[in-house]
């Protein structure tokens, strides 16, 4: 019953996102060419979200989803061409376990590509990382740190620009698993809509 609802939700995670990239890619049609991206690229984002968790020991399952809020994103790169960048991020949502505040984050080298001027997509696949939220760290309650792999897919559209910022709408899927002791695992899925304030 797990694995049925773990790919319902993974498909619904990702119909949301095939349905925003279209909606996206729609909304611009024409062939401007007005933004000189060159050099480094720094952006941060803020925005609110869905997360779910499943644990190996049964503790928690995907059958219940949390809201949750990014505070904030970070992107940093360097263009190598006006339409393609190489990219570094640092997504992260925090969500409950066990009465405390936990963030599942990640370090991710990635790609960023214009579709078209105002349309990029993103992704990549990195270390994630399950730590206690900075504010509710306990001595022996809520102060492991867990590692693991995590892969991230984005897209988002400029919705103004002025010389080399951009202010854009941008959508985030994350999938991740952290291991923890004893041969357990955490198995997260977010899904977030934000706001990026980006230097090109």
Not at 58 to 86: C, H, R, V
Not at 189 to 198: A, P, Q, R
Request: charged fraction near 20%; aromatic fraction near 14%; charge should be negative.
């Amino acid at each position: 019953m797990k694995t049925i609802k773990k790919q319902i939700m993974l498909r619904m995670a990702c119909v949301a996102f095939a349905l925003l990239s279209s909606i996206t890619y729609a909304q611009n049609t024409n062939e401007e060419t007005t933004t000189i991206r060159d050099g480094f690229i720094f952006e941060f984002s803020l925005g609110a979200g869905l997360i779910s968790i499943e644990d190996s020991e049964g503790i928690q399952t995907f059958d219940k989803s949390q809201g949750t809020f990014t505070f904030p994103d970070l992107k940093f790169g360097y263009m190598l061409n006006d339409k393609l960048a190489i990219t570094a991020v640092m997504p992260g949502a925090i969500y409950e376990f066990q009465d405390n505040d936990r963030h599942f984050g990640s370090f991710i080298p990635s790609v960023q590509y214009w579709v078209k001027d105002r349309w990029w997509i993103h992704g990549g696949i990195g270390l994630a990382i399950d730590a206690p939220a900075l504010y509710d760290i306990k001595d022996d309650v809520n102060d492991d740190w867990n590692f693991g792999c995590a892969v991230m897919a984005s897209t988002g559209y400029e919705i103004y620009k002025k010389k080399n910022f951009a202010l854009n709408l941008q959508s985030n899927l994350v999938i991740g698993s952290a291991y923890l002791d004893e041969d357990a695992h955490r198995d997260v899925i977010t899904f977030n809509v934000g706001l990026g304030f980006s230097w090109l």
